[in-house]
């Protein structure tokens, strides 16, 4: 066993969902062609001026506070000086010794027990450009579009102890982002992105050991990964007496694997200072808690609910919660149902394998939750089967239409007139003396077959039920 124990710190940026840019109007768009959405103020030209976009300053707060940090009335921004050939004022501007939010943390379910992971800080900054490598050579290319998108920095206390749980705090991070309408966390198109430190230290032994940094992963499987990696890697280091060399490390999604980028020699002295361009920021009490008002029901809130009042399993709450669209299309749906778990039950099902299997997102899918609801109430009372049920579904979210029109069009109201199912069952029971005999010799299976046969008659339209009834009914004479 292992003589370590893992200390592991996150910090994830997060890009706010803001129409235009943290300290101009140029328009945040993912995709848009290289270099078509810059002004002076992004590009740096000397004497352009930044002017901070509220809506960051608000999403900021938000953010803050739905992850329990204070937000002080006062904050402002400084420089954070580097040349780097994606970021043209050669500074970035950033806030140093004055974040936005401070002193909070998030709550994660590791096997089944609560654990807090605190959070140092929330501070808003603008982005870099990104650098491209040429195909045609020995030549990068810049897009200074992403220059001046607003984001945030998350940076957690050094709390969490494994990859996974690693992983799940970077999930719960996401969830209360996206239901907080902060950002979108599209990692594929880097609206979320992790950096971890790692390091270990002796069992009992409270200082930190030397730890690496792991940059830029693209997906929270990555993250797990990139960090159980480089926690063998240094387990094995230590084991054998070296010593950890503190660099900053890049993991390879292809061999699995991190490898050094740098090593601590060239790690920069940011110089910080008070930005002159920006006055300091001041908030009134009022202004904070208007914010505080802005976020809804955060999705622990919600699973502990939708287990509560629906009596949902708490892994269906969990999928269900996955994000706030979905959580509220069961919410939807579970509200104008008898039994809330069937509605669960057909979301989980059929419609997120349907969603899964077009590539689609929930918010594209033609059945609304009234829609839903309303196919749940036909099979409830009979007018359906389930199996029928199923069909109609999918003619619904190719068409749009509703259960009754699709069962009306395609004549598939299920047949539970008890008179005209005794008549074909006494038809099929006629025709197969043999089931009839193996049943009367004990061989209960046997029925199984003459309402095989009912179905087959009706073309699936009899209700099972009262088929299975019928039949019992008429064989035990
Ligand atoms: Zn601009």
Known sequence: MSHFETVIGLEVHVELGTKTKIFCDCAVEFGAAPNTHVCPVCLGSPGALPVLNEDALKLAIRASLALHCTVSQQSKFDRKNYFYPDSPKAYQISQYDEPVGEHGYIEITVQGEKKRIGITRVHLEEDAGKLTHSPFGNASLVDLNRVGIPLIEIVSEPDIRTAEEARLYLEELKSIMQFCGISECKMEEGSLRCDANISLRPVGQEALGTKTEIKNMNSFRNVQRGLEYEEQRQTKLLLRGEDIVQETMRFQEETGVTVAMRSKEDAHDYRYFPEPDLPRIYLSA?????????????????????????????????????????????????????????????????????????????????????????LIGLIDEGTISSKMAKDVLKTMLESGKDAKSVIAEQGLVQISDEGELREIAARVIAANPKSVEDFKAGKEKAIGSLVGQMMKETKGKANPQLVNQIILDLISR
């Open 286 to 374: 009022e202004y904070i808690e208007e914010r505080r008002a802005e976020i809804p029901e955060l999705p622990a809130a919600r699973r502990k609910r939708f287990i509560e009042e629906y009596g949902l399993p708490a892994y269906d709450a969990e999928v269900l919660t996955a994000t706030r669209v979905l959580s509220e299309y069961f919410d939807g749906t579970a509200s104008r149902v008898r039994d809330p778990k069937i509605a669960s039950n057909w979301i989980m099902g059929d419609l997120l394998a349907y969603v899964k299997a077009n590539s689609l997102e929930i918010e594209q899918i033609k059945v609304s939750p009234e829609q839903l609801a309303a």
